[in-house]
């Protein structure tokens, strides 16, 4: 069983940056591959940036690629998604998802966290 908290949304404006973090509780975390997902109003939930569990690989979405970086610190459970250069188009919900194993872009299965809200203004 792993639960997963999100934090570090917020308001900012067009061009700014966030750091969102995704805590993690449980055991064997260095096990488990972790992605971020998004969701706008009205949108279907897409994947943003995933990392495996020894931080060899990381995936991005076409949106998050130059701008987006994941990362992860196993010894505090954690994982992080800087994002630089933010755009409007980046409001949304963002959610932290743990999967044993690979790296995985669907929006299904595994462990979610609750989400955590990042609203860029114009």
């Known amino acids: 069983q792993v639960q997963l908290v999100e934090s570090g949304g917020e308001l900012v404006q067009t061009g700014g940056s966030l750091r969102l973090s995704c805590v993690a509780s449980?055991?064997?975390?260095?096990?488990?591959?972790v992605a971020w997902f998004r969701q706008a109003p009205g949108k279907e939930r897409e994947f943003v940036a995933g990392?495996?569990?020894?931080?060899?690989?990381?995936s991005y979405a076409d949106s998050a690629k130059g701008r987006f970086t994941i990362s992860r610190d196993n010894a505090k459970n954690t994982v992080y998604l800087q994002m630089n250069s933010l755009k409007p188009e980046d409001t949304a919900v963002y959610f932290c998802?743990?999967?044993?194993?690979?790296?995985?872009?669907?929006?299904?299965?595994?462990?979610w966290g609750q989400g955590t809200q990042v609203t860029v203004s114009s």
């Open positions: 998802n743990a999967r044993f194993g690979r790296i995985t872009t669907g929006p299904y299965g595994g462990y």
């Open positions: 449980g055991r064997s975390f260095s096990l488990y591959a």
């Open positions: 990392i495996s569990g020894n931080s060899a690989t990381t």
